[in-house]
C-alpha cells in the first residue's frame, strides 16, 4: 500500500501536521509514521553551498589572481550538524512505498529553497510532488492546504529566484569582500594597528551599511541655522483670547524679502523686531479676514505587515525587528496569528469573506486570556462587531485588495490558540494585542477632526491660527490611542467658534520665538526596514523610482537578519533602550572603500533593481540564464575596476575625517 510523505521546515510544525491529520502512528528517529503517510522533517536548512576551496584547494588562500570566482556549475554539501537527519529524509524519499511527496516547507522563497537543496541532493525521481501552501498553522488551514496542493512544478519560478538570489549573495560575497579584503585590508590595519581586517561585503548588507552612514554624516555635517518667528496675541470683546503666527504670503510687504529665512521667519532676530515696531505703530487693532471651518477624516490604517509591524515594535516596546521577527514566528507556530514574513498589507477577497470565523474565535478573549486592566476592552469592540454585524461587506473596502497580494495576505489573528495566551512572555504578550487591534480596526468607523483655521489681519500683514480636534475617535479608541488635553483642545475650539468674519479684535501684545532648523533623523531599527521596504523613496531619479515600485532592499524574510549581521561584525551599533543605529567607526572606513571602488553597491536603486529582477524571473517574465548573465557581468566588471585602480592613500585621508577612528 503506497503512502504519502509529509517534508515541513521544523520539527514543531511536523507536530501540528499529525495533529490536522490525524495521524496517529509511532514516532520513530526523525519521523512519524502511521498505515497511510510519513511525517518528516527539516531542521531549517540541511543543505548549503560549497566554499571554493571545494572546488579546487588553491582558493583556501585567497588571492587576486584567482578573482573573479564564478563556477560553470556549482556545489553543494549537506550541513555537518544535520546529517543524520538529513539521511532521514533521503531514506524516506527513497521508500518504494512512498508514491506523493507534500512539500510543507514555509510557504516562501526561502521555504522553497530550503525542500529544493533537499531534492537535489536525494535525487528524486518517479514520485508525485505536490507544494503546501498556508497562510497559518491552523488545523483547518493545513487540511485545506494539502487538499488543495499544486504540483511542485509550478512553483518552479520561485524555486529558480530563491536559486538565483542564493548564487547572487554567494557570488557577490566571495569575490567582492575576498577582492576588497585584500586590496584594503591592509590599509585599514595600518591605520588602525591592527594584525589583520577583513572586509565583509553583501549585496544587501552593504547597501543598508550605506544608508546608515549616509544619515549619520548627513547629521554630523548639519549647522543648524536659527530664525525668528512672530505671535501676536489677539483678544476679542476683552474675553476671547487667541493668538496667530505671522506669515509672508503673497501681500505682504515682506513676501519674497531676503530678509527672510522662510516665510514664516526672519534670518535675525532685529528684523523681526524692526517688523512688529513698525506694524504696532501703526496698528492698535487687527480684523478677522477669513475664517474657515471644515471636518478630517482619517481611515484605519492598513494592516501590518511584517515591516510595519516591526517598526511599530521598534516604536512603542523598543524590540529590535530579530526580535519582533522571532515573536511573529512564535505566534504563527502556537497558531494565533497568520503567516509573518509577508510583504501585503491587505488582505484577499476569500478570506474577507470568512473573516466573522476569526472575530468569532476571537470573542473568547476574555474567558481565556489573562488581559490586562489597559486591554481588557478589547471584549468590548469584538463584542460590538459581531453585534452591529460591523465586518459586512469588509471585502469592498481598501483592506482587501487581491492584486496587492503575493505569496500571502497581511498579518491578522486567526482567532485560535488563545490558550497559549498566558504562557507569552509579557513581550509576545504585547506584540499579538497590537496584532489583534490593528485587526479590529479596520471593521471600525474613521476618526473625524473638527478643524478651524483663521486668518486674522494686521494692515497689509496676516497672522493665522489653527486648532483641530478630533470630535469622533472611531478606530482611535480601538488602538487605545491617547485622549490627552482632548477637553481643553475642544473648549479652545469653542471660543475660537464665537469669531465671525470681518470682527475687529485687539492686538494684546506680540512676541519674537526663536527656533531653528532641525537636521534629519537618525534611523531607528524600525525605521531602517520601513527604508529597506520602500527604497524608491531614497530614490532620486523618479522615472526609475516608479519602475521598481515595490520592489525594497532585501525581503520581509531577511530584513532583520541583516541588521542582525551588520551589528555582529561591528560595522553599526544598536541602542537597545532607544533602537537607534549608528555606523562604528570600523563601519564608516567600510564605507569609505566600498564608495571608492564599487561605489554601485552603496545605491539603493541598484540593489532594488536586483530584486526586482528576482520577482520577475519568480513571475516568469524573464528567465534565470538571462539574470546570471547580468550578475556574471556586473561582478566581472567591478572585479576589474578594482584591479586596476589606486586610491589608497586617498581613502587613509579619508579616515582621517571620521570620529574616534583609533588613529
Request: hydrophobic share 35%; net charge positive.
Amino acid at each position: 500500500m503506497s503512502k504519502a510523505l509529509f517534508i515541513t521546515e521544523k520539527p514543531s510544525v511536523a507536530i501540528e501536521f499529525a495533529k490536522a491529520l490525524n495521524i496517529k502512528g509511532s514516532k520513530k528517529n526523525g519521523y512519524i509514521e502511521s498505515d497511510k503517510a510519513i511525517i518528516t522533517w527539516c531542521v531549517g536548512h540541511l543543505v548549503t553551498m560549497c566554499y571554493p576551496e571545494k572546488y579546487d584547494p588553491k582558493y583556501k588562500k585567497w588571492s587576486l589572481k584567482d578573482l573573479p570566482f564564478i563556477p560553470k556549475q556549482f556545489k553543494y554539501e549537506v550541513i555537518d550538524s544535520v546529517k543524520n537527519q538529513f539521511q532521514v529524509i533521503k531514506d524516506q524519499m527513497k521508500r518504494e512505498d512512498v508514491s506523493t511527496i507534500y512539500v510543507c516547507t514555509d510557504s516562501g522563497r526561502e521555504g522553497e529553497y530550503i525542500y529544493r537543496l533537499v531534492e537535489d541532493m536525494v535525487g528524486v525521481k518517479n514520485k508525485i510532488r505536490k507544494r503546501v501552501w498556508i497562510d497559518s498553522q491552523t488545523e483547518d488551514e493545513i487540511r485545506k492546504g494539502i487538499k488543495n496542493a499544486k504540483l511542485l512544478s509550478e512553483y518552479d519560478n520561485l524555486s529558480s529566484a530563491a536559486y538565483l538570489r542564493a548564487k547572487e549573495d554567494y557570488l557577490m560575497g566571495i569575490n567582492f569582500s575576498r577582492l576588497l579584503t585584500l586590496r584594503y585590508g591592509s590599509v585599514i590595519s595600518s591605520y588602525i594597528n591592527s594584525k589583520y581586517t577583513v572586509i565583509a561585503v553583501g549585496r544587501v548588507m552593504t547597501c543598508v551599511l550605506g544608508m546608515i552612514v549616509q544619515r549619520e554624516r548627513e547629521i554630523r555635517e548639519f549647522v543648524k541655522t536659527p530664525y525668528y518667528k512672530i505671535i501676536f496675541d489677539f483678544q476679542f470683546n476683552n474675553s476671547l483670547d487667541y493668538d496667530g503666527e505671522w506669515k509672508a504670503v503673497e501681500g505682504s510687504k515682506y513676501h519674497m524679502s531676503n530678509l527672510l529665512f522662510s516665510d514664516s521667519g526672519f534670518k535675525k532676530k532685529e528684523y523681526a523686531q524692526s517688523f512688529i515696531d513698525e506694524i504696532t505703530k501703526e496698528n492698535t487693532t487687527a480684523v478677522i479676514k477669513d475664517i474657515k471651518k471644515k471636518q478630517e477624516k482619517k481611515n484605519p490604517p492598513l494592516l501590518y505587515n511584517l515591516a510595519e509591524l516591526q517598526n511599530e515594535c521598534s516604536k512603542r516596546l523598543k524590540l529590535s525587528p530579530d526580535e519582533t521577527l522571532k515573536i511573529a514566528q512564535e505566534l504563527y507556530e502556537k497558531k494565533m496569528i497568520t503567516y509573518p514574513r509577508t510583504d501585503a498589507r491587505v488582505l484577499s477577497t476569500a478570506v474577507a469573506k470568512e473573516l466573522i470565523k476569526n472575530i468569532n474565535g476571537l470573542s473568547n478573549m476574555k474567558s481565556v486570556c489573562l488581559l490586562s486592566k489597559e486591554n481588557g476592552n478589547i471584549d468590548y469592540f469584538i463584542n460590538k462587531i459581531i453585534a452591529e454585524k460591523l465586518f459586512t461587506n469588509i471585502e469592498k473596502t481598501r483592506y482587501v485588495n487581491d492584486k496587492a497580494i503575493t505569496d500571502h495576505y497581511a498579518i491578522i489573528p486567526t482567532g485560535q490558540g488563545l490558550d497559549n495566551f498566558n504562557k507569552l512572555h509579557d513581550k509576545s504578550k504585547a506584540v499579538y494585542i497590537m496584532i489583534v487591534r490593528r485587526f479590529l480596526a479596520i471593521f471600525y468607523p474613521p476618526a473625524i477632526f473638527s478643524k478651524l483655521s483663521i486668518t486674522t489681519s494686521v494692515g497689509e500683514e496676516n497672522f493665522f491660527t489653527t486648532s483641530k480636534i478630533c470630535v469622533q475617535y472611531g478606530y482611535l479608541d480601538v488602538l487605545n490611542e491617547n485622549r490627552s488635553n482632548s477637553d481643553s483642545k475642544t473648549d479652545k475650539l469653542e471660543v475660537l467658534k464665537k469669531l465671525k468674519k470681518n470682527q475687529e479684535v485687539n492686538i494684546l501684545k506680540s512676541r519674537i520665538k526663536e527656533s531653528e532648523t532641525s537636521p534629519p533623523k537618525r534611523y531607528s531599527s524600525g525605521s531602517i526596514i520601513l527604508a529597506m521596504e520602500n527604497a524608491g523613496k531614497l530614490i532620486e531619479d523618479e522615472e526609475l523610482r516608479e519602475e521598481i515600485k515595490g520592489s525594497g532592499i532585501g525581503t520581509s524574510a531577511t530584513r532583520a537578519e541583516i541588521l542582525k549581521k551588520l551589528e555582529k561584525i561591528d560595522y553599526i551599533s544598536l541602542d537597545t533602550k532607544t533602537q537607534i543605529l549608528t555606523p562604528t567607526p570600523i563601519g564608516e572606513m567600510i564605507y569609505n572603500v566600498v564608495k571608492a571602488s564599487i561605489p554601485t553597491l552603496l545605491k539603493p536603486e541598484l540593489t532594488a533593481s536586483w530584486e526586482k529582477g528576482l520577482s520577475m524571473v519568480c513571475s516568469g517574465e524573464i528567465n534565470a540564464d538571462e539574470y546570471m548573465v547580468k550578475l556574471e557581468s556586473y561582478i566581472k566588471k567591478n572585479v576589474e575596476r578594482v584591479l586596476t585602480i589606486n586610491n589608497s592613500a586617498s581613502l587613509i585621508s579619508s579616515f582621517s575625517l571620521i570620529p574616534n577612528s583609533n588613529k
